[in-house]
């Protein structure tokens, strides 16, 4: 010790320390600590232990539980010989014994019998790891004996309760009494006030029923009240047993005799994956067996080569798809059987930005919380949220701009600006450094590092090896989907016996049918940091009924439609090239029309000296051509729409949109384009020719009757659109399947080649749009007279001169278009959560 520096020896659980005035301790139960407890009221980095030049002083570090001095809790206070400080509970939490003599002789700083090794100071390892080529010869054990790492802790604080946050305090305690109703909510008049947006103003109610017994009332919340996970029914209740849990918003409720003890998730929850397996179709297994351990307040980087299941993992970790075998936990909580709660708290960053480009960072966020809050959030709860987003990940200052015009990883940041909406404990994030350059990489890294630090769980997939010293743990995955490394990243070469990651991805690729996870299993690196939680025994998923795992929805089906149409159109609106093209396209397939035989009508010819009638050929080309012309018009505006915002779907479907309200508001919105755009092309091809003086159906308005089936034709080719966008998988097929719709409408008209008596070839023309919609004009303009069948073959019925006929055709041609509505909808369902399917 210094001259004038007062000594400080330090014991708890028959260990001592005699602090070094040079450096601080770290008090916790990270393995990595100085001074490690095995104790789940203290927080995995819950203190530090200085001297700041004047005297001793222990500091808090925003611990679940807390830390006392003299039975108060604190902060930052400065402590000595004699001080009696606990951690976790002021009265049997671990105590720390502090005096000045020096009742230990022990090189400064470190305890006589030292838990674990500081970070990067192992004994056991090899300075120098020689490169290796046979990865069986590629590692040296730790010479040091493992010690023993608590299992998490499993059981609730009252005696058969069930596990709500491990071991956690409450974070409060109210009083029943008999009788009383407890109404919980948003709104400040509520006896029981939480401060969520994702609760409702007026949210639940607690009742105490006369046999004494408590029950759980929603009052038509629109995120749900939960018990056990699973939503009970909007406006309905429940009667709660004594080791029932109460999910409101990142509230967890539970009832203690006559007290009922609220548990907050403010982020500082631990996540565990325990032997995940994934078999698809065959039997192959493309996850096996992977279990690992998650820390709160962690960052967690997942690395490996192609074919190593990361995105399958991913996809199983965040129950998009649910592994065959194994259990998620969250918090102690099984995810895959609580899902309709949990996936509130859990938010997902894909690869692809989840947001529409088009648009200003600022507005682009406005819609997302307007879609994922409750619809009795005001206007201003949702800026001055989004507003508190934005300056934490200092994106104020880009919030006019659009989010085309960012930086790559500006443009990550507010893709994880949008999630951090809702306020989750836990993030994921795949390939977020994906194309950007070191610096981004960087960057974006120490973002996460931030949001870790700030109280999130974060665990990132990535290819990217730079910036893995920013990481907790990683989690390393070998060929064919298992475990190769889970620990410390700094020890991660060492382990593999590399000197570089290029050189492990190679040995990867040379030996992929080395037993990576056998080895792993056989490590050192496996006791300290997976064998607890690999110890417990694998089990088939068990899923709740599908009809308990719909999720409520935050907001109401025309609140989620007005919603997707006001945003859609802010999308459309923001291109001022499609908005140009969707003008021009229809004006000049019109005018096109204009150039064939411009003084000729589309009347039936008289007949001549012989009584035969001599076919009208312009008022058949001219039909083919317009129709072809609102076919092609109609799919190419839809035919990209599904197809890129297939990543912006899947994310907000898991959050709570109804498939259903976002399909209509593309009908709805693309449909009016497509009406007007075919009126367009009807108004310009029809209005200089001359027609009959009389329609079918609207009399003297025979150019708004030829019109329409032009518009209905738009109207259904739009929807065949929609289904080539709902099935390719890339944007780039979309193209030369249009292109093959259309020639296939043309074939079809009717124009070029009698349909009628075409056995077979008539029978599949009726699946065809334009085969009804020049039927339906050819009505109105006689087409059996203007364009007589040859000698033998009768007259279509179809271009009946009838009110009847006319009327077939417009309702076959909306009938198409219905249906085809309906196959959208099924396709879409395929890129859904697979845990959320009906």
């Known amino acids: 010790m210094g001259h004038g520096v007062p000594e400080l020896v330090l014991q708890t659980n028959g260990r001592t320390w005699t602090l070094d005035p040079s450096r601080a301790y770290t008090l916790g139960r990270d393995p990595q600590g100085d001074i490690v407890f095995d104790d789940a009221r203290v927080s995995w980095r819950h203190a530090t232990v200085s001297f700041n030049g004047r005297g001793w002083v222990i500091e808090d570090h925003g611990s679940t539980n807390g830390t006392f001095v003299q039975g108060q809790r604190i902060h930052q206070v ?45 004994p056991g390892w090899s300075q120098q ?29 009252a005696a058969g309760a069930p596990p709500v946050y491990g071991d956690r305090s409450p974070t409060t305690f109210h009083q029943f009494s008999l009788g009383r109703v407890m109404r919980i909510g948003r709104a400040l008049e509520n006896d029981l006030v939480v401060s969520d947006l994702q609760v409702s103003r007026n949210h639940a109610e607690f009742h105490s029923t006369p046999d004494g017994r408590m029950e759980i009332r929603d009052l038509g919340s629109h995120n749900g009240t939960y018990v056990n996970g699973l939503p009970i029914p909007k406006g309905g209740s429940q009667l709660l047993g004594p080791t029932d849990i109460v999910g409101v918003g990142h509230s967890t409720f539970r009832i203690v005799g006559d007290r009922l003890e609220e548990f907050v998730d403010t982020g500082e929850v631990s996540f565990s994956a325990r032997h995940l397996t994934v078999t698809v179709d065959g039997g192959k297994q493309i996850l096996k067996d992977v279990s690992f351990g998650v820390p709160e307040k ?7 080569p192609s074919g190593s299941g990361k995105s399958t993992l991913l996809k199983a970790l965040t129950g998009y798809r649910p592994a065959n075998q194994g259990e998620v936990l969250y918090d102690n909580r099984n995810l895959y059987k609580q899902f309709a709660e949990l996936r509130q708290r859990i938010g997902l960053v894909p690869q692809d930005d989840i947001l529409h480009k088009e648009l200003t960072v600022k507005k682009a966020l406005k819609y997302a919380a307007k879609l994922r809050f409750p619809a009795d959030t005001t206007a201003a709860e949702r800026e001055a949220r989004i507003d508190e987003v934005l300056r934490e990940l200092k994106l104020d200052i880009h919030k006019d701009k659009k989010v085309t015009s960012l930086s790559g990883g500006q443009r990550k940041r507010v893709s994880v600006a949008l999630e951090l909406l809702t306020k989750p404990s836990l993030i994921f994030l795949d390939e977020p450094t994906s194309g950007l350059d070191p610096g981004m990489d960087r960057d974006v890294m120490q973002l996460l590092r931030g949001l870790a630090d700030d109280g999130r769980t974060v665990l990132v997939v990535t290819h990217s090896v730079a910036e893995l010293a920013l990481c907790d743990k990683l989690l390393v995955m070998a060929p064919g989907g298992s475990v190769a490394y889970f620990g410390p990243p700094e020890e991660a070469l060492n382990f593999f016996g590399y000197d570089t990651w290029a050189d492990v991805f190679s040995a990867f690729e040379n030996y992929r049918d080395y037993d990576w996870a056998g080895r792993w299993k056989g490590s050192q690196h496996y006791q300290m940091y997976a064998a607890d939680i690999d110890a417990v025994a694998p089990q088939a998923v068990q899923m709740p009924a599908m009809q308990a795992m719909k999720p409520p929805k935050p907001q109401g089906w025309m609140s989620q439609f007005v919603t997707l149409v006001r945003r859609y159109v802010s999308v459309i609106a923001s291109d001022k090239g499609f908005l140009a093209l969707m003008v021009i396209l229809p004006a000049v397939l019109g005018a096109v029309s204009l150039l064939i035989e411009p003084d000729n009508g589309l009347l039936p010819n008289e007949p001549n000296q012989t009584g035969r009638i001599i076919p009208n050929g312009t008022a058949t080309t001219v039909l083919l051509i317009l129709a072809v012309g609102a076919c092609f018009a109609g799919a190419a505006n839809s035919v990209r729409e599904l197809i890129k915002e297939r990543v912006i779907y899947e994310r907000e479907r898991a959050t709570g949109l109804s498939r259903s309200a976002y399909l209509m508001s593309k009908v709805f919105v693309l449909g009016m384009i497509t009406v007007f755009q075919g009126l367009l092309v009807g108004v310009i091809g029809f209005s200089s020719r001359e027609l009959p003086a009389e329609g079918l159906v609207l009399g003297s308005a025979t150019m708004v009757e030829l019109s329409l089936p032009i518009m209905a034709l738009g109207f259904s080719s739009m929807m065949f659109g929609l289904i080539i966008s709902s099935l390719v998988k890339t944007a780039e097929k979309t193209m030369p399947l249009l292109v093959m719709f259309a020639i296939i409408q043309v074939v079809f008209t009717g124009c070029l080649f009698a349909l009628n008596g075409a056995v077979g070839v008539n029978q599949f023309s009726y699946l065809m749009p334009s085969r009804w919609a020049v039927a339906a004009a050819g009505a109105t303009l006689d087409f059996n007279r203007i364009s007589p069948p040859e000698e033998g073959v009768g007259n279509d019925p179809l271009w009946e001169h009838t009110v009847g006929a006319w009327t077939l055709d417009m309702l076959a041609l909306i009938a198409l278009g219905v249906i085809c509505g309906f196959f959208v909808a099924r396709f879409l369902r395929r890129h859904e959560p697979e845990v959320m399917r009906k």
């Not at 069986?136 to 802790?153: D, L, N, S, T």
């Not at 962690?298 to 490996?304: D, E, H, K, Q, T």
């Open 129 to 157: 790891a020689p490169q290796q080529q046979s990865p069986q010869a590629g590692w040296q054990q730790p010479q040091q004996q493992a010690p023993h790492i608590p299992q998490q802790q499993g059981a609730g604080g």
């Open 298 to 304: 962690s960052l967690i980087a997942v690395i490996g």
């Open 78 to 122: 400065e402590i000595g010989p004699g001080s009696a400080v606990n951690l976790g509970n002021a009265t049997d939490g671990p105590q720390l014994s502090l005096s000045g003599a020096a009742a230990a002789v022990a090189p400064q700083g470190q305890p006589q019998q030292q838990p674990f090794a500081a970070q990067g100071a192992n």
